[in-house]
């Protein structure tokens, strides 16, 4: 097998890797290799919008100000100072790319100001169309479609990443050689049964960057987000933070504003916290779901503002100007990943990583709303910039193992296995028993695998190993993590009273909330 020569390679075509791409490709060559379609990414499919700070009535010490508090003191502060700064740029990076923007900025929760930059309710839509048009038009560019990367490719001690592997379809397995690799493979939904990422995200960079001995932080910190449609036909349809940035409110189904009992800030509350108080809701009342009401809004703004939401949910015969729309909390984004620096580099020399795949320490315990696309655009460019100077030279590469494949009927198994483990056991709430009782299982399905018979190649298989890797890591770091802090909430640890409310602490010893 040769190799393929790239100056730079970069695995993943969500917003990282494409802005990476052409921030880098001015004097070299960069290859970007994705497994599915360019635009099957977790950016495709965002909603809301880009946290800014560029409305009149506000400045970047606000926005870094509420990143820092979403994070529940867990924030890395001079990685928050670069982002709310570098916030603008990015948003005029885009609008050069051809990016269409509302004239009217957004508000989510923890956001003190209205600043969420959107393109009506398919803001991701619209960034990843104007960013793959670039790429596609940008000779220093190739991409591969359809190409799973299965290995990265290192020197000996000391450690240096100098190419991949990728089984592309309809050519099988080919090497690939660069001075630089980046990860930007996004985020790992395909963990739990009710997700509202992509079929993509299937934590594929946690596992390639440990077995390279990558240093991985905070997998424990899974944000959920309070309002997934509760819907059969339309598993995991989120719906967006916005609507309720938009005055929508939640309702147990006895009509009660049950935002009341557990945070001043209402609906817009951190989403950790709002996403505790539906599940707690669920829990005290019995029931399946809870419901976002938008019936007092205006019907007309409601139609121009979510025009993907309002068709979808007709679809199923939910009229959002009429009916309350069902919802339950759904696992959305994983705040913790593999640690970077400012510029994107990780612990081993060679490889960068970026996007909701890193951990760069803007997130804290807790993401605050629209922080990622900016995360990954602002933190994709800075490694850009550097890896033109940093870039090592290239090491002759020698071809890898491949990994295992087993059987793909034993995969669905053991994905199934591990989806409902998951669900169950490190969701919203989580205990010292089912914590302990989820390590158990992940050992055993990850013993099950190494034990059962090679077969052929198998994309399905091998992510299903990347997400055990990534499984086993978030569970132990939530085993690990002694305190009660942003998206980590165990029931057995008493709650600490600086981070948590009074309200958390009732849900902790289970006393229901007051009304107030
Ligand atoms: C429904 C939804 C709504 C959201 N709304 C917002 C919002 O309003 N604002 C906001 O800031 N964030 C939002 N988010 C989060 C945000 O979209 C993501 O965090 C962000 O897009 C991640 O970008 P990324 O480039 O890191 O990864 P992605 O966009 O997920 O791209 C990852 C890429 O890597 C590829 N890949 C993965 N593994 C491999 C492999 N082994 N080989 C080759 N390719 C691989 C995938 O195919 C994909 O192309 C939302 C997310 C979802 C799911």
Redesign the pocket.
């Known amino acids: 097998m040769t190799f393929e020569r790239y100056d730079y390679l970069v695995?993943?075509?969500?917003?990282?890797?494409?802005t990476f791409a052409l921030r880098a490709s001015e004097h070299v060559s960069v290859c970007v290799?994705?497994?599915?379609e360019?635009t099957?990414?977790?950016?495709?499919?965002?909603?809301?919008?880009?946290?800014a700070a560029v409305g009149e009535a506000d400045d970047w010490h606000l926005h870094e100000e509420d990143t820092l508090v979403a994070g529940a003191g867990l924030c890395d502060p001079t990685a928050v100072r670069f982002l709310v700064q570098q916030a603008p740029a990015a948003i005029e990076w885009l609008r050069g790319l051809g990016a269409r923007f509302d004239l009217q900025l957004g508000r989510e929760g923890g956001h003190s100001r209205n600043r969420?930059v959107?393109h009506a309710d398919k803001?991701?839509w619209e960034v990843?169309r104007v960013v793959s048009d670039a790429v596609r038009r940008n000779p220093k560019i190739t991409v591969y479609e359809n190409?799973?990367?299965?290995r990265l490719i290192s020197t000996p001690e000391p450690r240096t990443v100098v190419g991949l592997t990728?089984h592309i379809a309809d050519r099988g397995l080919k090497a690939f050689q660069g001075r630089a690799t980046m990860l930007?493979?996004?985020?790992a939904?395909m963990l739990y049964s009710r997700t509202?990422?992509?079929r993509?995200?299937?934590a594929?960079?946690i596992g390639?960057a440990k077995e390279t001995g990558a240093e991985i932080r905070d997998m424990e910190f899974m944000q959920f987000h309070p309002t997934v449609l509760y819907n059969q036909q339309l598993q995991g349809f989120?719906v967006?933070e916005?609507m309720r940035g938009a005055g929508g409110t939640l309702r147990n189904h006895l009509g009660h504003r049950f935002m009341y009992d557990y945070d001043e800030r209402l609906e817009l509350a951190p989403r950790d916290i709002v996403a505790r108080s539906v599940e707690r809701e669920m829990q005290r009342l019995k029931t399946w779901c809870v419901y976002l009401d938008t019936t007092h809004l205006d019907s007309h703004s409601l139609q121009e503002e979510f025009p993907t939401i309002w068709e979808k949910l007709r679809k199923i015969g939910i009229q959002i100007e009429r009916d309350w729309i069902p919802v339950t909390p759904g696992q959305?984004?994983s705040c913790g990943g593999i640690v970077t620096d400012l510029n994107g580099l990780t612990t081993v020399s060679g490889l960068y990583a970026?996007?909701?795949?890193?951990s760069t320490g803007v997130h804290g315990a807790n993401r605050l709303?629209?922080?990622?696309?900016?995360e990954?655009m602002v933190f994709a460019t800075s490694a850009a910039k550097f890896v033109q100077i940093s870039a090592e030279s290239t090491v002759e590469p020698i071809h890898p193992e491949q990994p295992k494949c087993v059987a793909e009927s034993d995969a669905v198994r053991i994905r199934w296995t591990l989806q409902k483990c998951m669900s169950e056991n490190v969701a919203v709430f989580r205990t010292n028993e089912g914590l302990r009782k989820a390590h158990e299982t992940i050992s055993e399905l990850i013993l099950e695998y190494d034990r059962l018979p090679e077969a052929p190649y198998s994309q399905y298989c091998l992510?299903t190993a990347?997400l055990l890797v990534a499984a086993r890591i978030a569970v132990d770091g939530a085993l690990a993590r002694k305190e009660n802090v942003g998206l980590h909430f165990n029931a057995d640890l008493e709650a600490s009273s600086q981070k948590s409310s009074v309200a958390e602490r009732q849900l902790a010893d289970g006393t229901p909330g007051q009304s107030v």
């Open positions: 695995v993943g075509s969500g917003l990282a890797g494409l290799l994705t497994k599915a360019i099957d990414s977790n950016t495709n499919w965002a909603q809301g919008g880009i946290a969420i959107h803001t991701g990843e190409a799973f990367v299965t990728a930007a493979t996004g985020g939904g509202t990422n992509p993509v995200a299937t594929d960079g390639l989120l967006t916005a959305h984004y970026a996007g909701e795949v890193a709303a629209s922080n990622s696309l900016l990954a992510e990347n």
